[in-house]
């Protein structure tokens, strides 16, 4: 949705890129700080995770983003 790519991600993360890489290939889950600094990543740049509630979990921008970007 961001169009990061993995080095952006971890950069915005303070984790490795190897981490993002591993995650994103399934190789293992991040342990709980860097899956959490990730998730913060996401939020701070305007992403905003939404809970099941019947319709199933998903994500979406938290407001309209600016046009081009």
């Not at 949705?1 to 190789?27: C, H, N, P, Y």
Request: net charge positive; hydrophobic share 40%.
């Amino acid at each position: 949705m961001l169009g990061w790519s993995q080095a952006e991600l971890a950069k915005a993360a303070k984790v490795s890129r190897q981490t993002i890489a591993d995650f994103e290939r399934g190789a293992h889950v991040p342990i709980s700080n860097n899956l959490t600094s990730i998730i913060t990543a996401f939020q701070e740049a305007g992403i905003e995770f939404i809970r099941e509630n019947g319709g199933g979990v998903g994500v979406r921008f938290k407001k309209a983003m600016p046009r081009g970007g």
